[in-house]
């Protein structure tokens, strides 16, 4: 009897824990490098996550994880060799962080060619009464060709876009990635200083 209530006091202080975490204001446009007006990369888009995971009583529950000023903790990324630029958010306590792989070919045609998501289970307020057998870190990572464009144009789409062609981990699945309202120009011309997002193609 005591340990089931100083346990259920664990976890209610837990709970409280989890939740007073500071919220970090999302940025209205994610942009690399961080600290220069030479912009090699600038992304707008609302985000929702949803996995799916095993819970205690064996049944599947999706958590719909959106990314705002409660789950964001921060992005970074990288504008390296190769034709390859990255943008990576990272959310959830700094637990789970999805990493957009941005590539441009030889016809200097720009696209988001990859997604990978790192998640990382405990049975908390985003994953409620998450069984053992899906707590852990889980990998996933998706090829994709999506938001084809030139170079030298923005891609903006206002609809829905779903990622969800993920492989599951264990107990775990990522149902989908919904990417909404974007607006992305992965590969800007970093020689001159950044005005605004070139005109776009739209979807
Ligand atoms: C994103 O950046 C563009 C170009 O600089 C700017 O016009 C727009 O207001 C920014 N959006 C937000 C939400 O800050
Ligand atoms: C399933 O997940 C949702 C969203 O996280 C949560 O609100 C709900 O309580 C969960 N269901 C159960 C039975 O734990
Ligand atoms: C985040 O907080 C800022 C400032 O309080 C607010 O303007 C913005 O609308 C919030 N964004 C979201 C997605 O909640
Ligand atoms: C770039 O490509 C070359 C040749 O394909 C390869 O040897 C090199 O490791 C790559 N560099 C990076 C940073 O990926
Ligand atoms: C998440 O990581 C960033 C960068 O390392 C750090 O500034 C921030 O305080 C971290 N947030 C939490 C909740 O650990
Ligand atoms: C791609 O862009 C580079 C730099 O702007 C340019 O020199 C090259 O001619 C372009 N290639 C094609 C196939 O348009
Ligand atoms: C956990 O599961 C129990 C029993 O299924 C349910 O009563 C409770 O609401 C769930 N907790 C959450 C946070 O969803
Ligand atoms: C994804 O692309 C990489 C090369 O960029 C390749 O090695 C890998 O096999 C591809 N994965 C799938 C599932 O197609
Ligand atoms: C998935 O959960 C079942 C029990 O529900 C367990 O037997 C199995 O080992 C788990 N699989 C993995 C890969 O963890």
Not at 73 to 82: A, P
Not at 162 to 167: A, G, L, Q, W
């Amino acid at each position: 009897m005591l340990s089931k209530i100083s346990s259920t006091f664990l976890s209610l202080v837990c709970l409280i824990l989890i939740s007073s975490t500071n919220a970090v204001e999302l940025p209205g446009n994610y942009t690399l490098p961080k600290s220069s007006s030479n912009l090699c990369l600038i992304a707008r888009f609302d985000l929702v996550l949803n996995v799916e995971y095993t819970q205690i009583d064996g049944k599947k529950n999706i958590s719909k994880i959106p990314l705002n000023n409660e789950t964001f903790q921060y992005y970074d990324g990288t504008c390296g060799l190769n034709n390859s630029h990255t943008l990576t958010l990272t959310l959830l306590d700094n637990l789970t962080t999805i990493t957009f792989d941005f590539s441009m070919d030889e016809k200097n045609k720009t696209s988001l060619s990859r997604v990978l998501a790192t998640l990382t289970l405990a049975d908390n307020e985003f994953f409620p009464n998450c069984s053992k057998y899906a707590r852990g870190i889980h990998p996933f990572v998706t090829n994709e060709s999506l938001f084809i464009t030139d170079r030298s144009k923005s891609y903006r789409c206002n609809a829905q876009t779903k990622i969800d062609n993920f492989k599951s981990e264990g107990n775990v699945t990522i149902k989908s990635i919904d990417l909404q309202n974007l607006r992305i120009q992965p590969f800007v011309d970093n020689s001159i200083i950044f005005h605004d997002y070139a005109t776009g193609k739209n979807d």
